[in-house]
Nanobody, 123 residues
Framework: QVQLVESGGGLVQAGGSLRLSCAAS????????MGWFRQAPGKERDFVAA????????YYADSVKGRFTISRDNAKNTVYLQMNSLKPEDTAVYYC????????????????WGQGTQVTVSS
């Protein structure tokens, strides 16, 4: 069992930056690929970024490539999402998730989810 707690959300102007953190409980953090998803009001939850368990290979949605960076610190059981050049369309609740299998952009691959953190980008 893994418990995930996100932090770092908030209100930022367009063009600004935020860094989200997701702290995981337990001693088995390195057995999970980690992902970030987001859900805007009235829309489905979408994949944002993912990172593999050990090598740190990363994958991004086209909409955030070149602006967002996912990383993980296995010593701290934490995964991060650095968000730069934010746009109003990035406004959403951001969720981190843990996958016991390989890295994936599919929600069904992730067994554990955090409670979400709100990111609001004003124009």
């Amino acid at each position: 069992q893994v418990q995930l707690v996100e932090s770092g959300g908030g209100l930022v102007q367009a063009g600004g930056s935020l860094r989200l953190s997701c702290a995981a409980s337990g001693r088995t953090f390195t057995t999970y690929a980690m992902g970030w998803f987001r859900q805007a009001p009235g829309k489905e939850r979408d994949f944002v970024a993912a990172i593999s368990r050990i090598t740190g290979s990363t994958y991004y949605a086209d909409s955030v490539k070149g602006r967002f960076t996912i990383s993980r610190d296995n010593a701290k059981n934490t995964v991060y999402l650095q968000m730069n050049s934010l746009k109003p369309e990035d406004t959403a609740v951001y969720y981190c998730a843990a996958s016991p299998g390989g890295v994936s952009s599919l929600e069904r691959a992730y067994d554990y989810w955090g409670q979400g953190t709100q990111v609001t980008v004003s124009s």
